[in-house]
């Protein structure tokens, strides 16, 4: 029951920029995107989140379009420890129902 | 310090028996989660504790029996363990009163044989 739509994988080579792809197209006015990865069997972990502006961060940015109904987040120059389970999720700020849909399988290739 | 951490990372169990999970966090955030990971790497949310109340009950075997003695901790038991019942389960903290975002456990591998 996820609201977002995220491709199953998707593969880069080393040092490029990933692009990963999210359509939220029945995001509400206060919802925020958010954006987790896992790491092999790893526990989840926090990227990235924006409500309507591109945002950017040590780690990522966000870029989230217009009409707020899809977002890309782009890892710039992805190693091959990027290697993950990218998950995009849209939900309102100060709302404690965090739900995951499948996420995207990213292999970053040498 | 680590800040989600999980005991036991690995356990092993008879179908049956009774085991539980325990989960501190030492962020000072007022939620905490419980998520179950599958064979298939679905991340399900099973419970969320708001401030030791139970704000989210998915549709979850009753026995499963989340406890919170307070704020810093959620552990889960499980009765009357079943082979189904074999995945990763995740605990996960966050600050909805600070809007600080979730931070996991790194997991504990439960095997029902």
């Known amino acids: 029951d996820a609201k977002t739509t995220q491709p199953p994988s998707m593969d880069c080579a080393e040092g490029r920029a990933a692009n990963l792809p999210c359509n939220h197209s029945?995001?509400?006015?206060?919802?925020?995107v958010y954006w987790y990865r896992q790491i092999h069997s790893q526990g989840p972990q926090y990227i990235i989140h924006?409500?309507?502006n591109n945002e950017t961060n040590e780690m990522a940015s966000l870029i989230i379009t217009e009409d707020r109904k899809s977002s890309t987040l782009i890892l710039p120059h992805a190693t091959l420890r990027d290697t993950a389970v990218y998950y995009c999720?849209?939900?309102?700020?100060?709302?404690?129902?965090?739900?995951f849909g499948a996420g995207t399988r990213l292999t970053v290739k040498p | 310090d680590t800040a989600v951490s999980q005991t036991p990372k690995y356990l092993v169990t008879q179908m049956g028996n009774d085991k539980s999970i325990k989960c501190e966090q030492n962020?000072?955030?007022?939620?905490m989660y419980w998520y179950k990971q599958d064979s298939k790497k679905f991340l399900k949310i099973m419970f969320s504790?708001?401030?030791?109340?139970?704000?989210i009950n998915e549709t979850v075997p009753n026995r499963f029996s989340p406890k919170s003695p307070d704020k810093a901790h959620l552990n889960l038991h499980i009765n009357s363990l079943e082979l189904g019942d074999s995945a990763v389960y995740f605990c996960?903290?966050?600050?909805?009163?600070?809007?600080?975002?979730?931070?996991f456990g790194q997991g504990t591998r439960l095997t029902v044989v």
């Open positions: 996960a903290s966050s600050s909805l009163a600070g809007y600080t975002e979730a931070f």
């Open positions: 029945t995001i509400s006015g206060n919802e925020y």
């Open positions: 924006g409500l309507k």
């Open positions: 999720i849209v939900r309102p700020r100060g709302d404690n129902d965090m739900r």
């Open positions: 962020l000072g955030h007022d939620t």
């Open positions: 504790y708001n401030n030791k109340e139970l704000i």
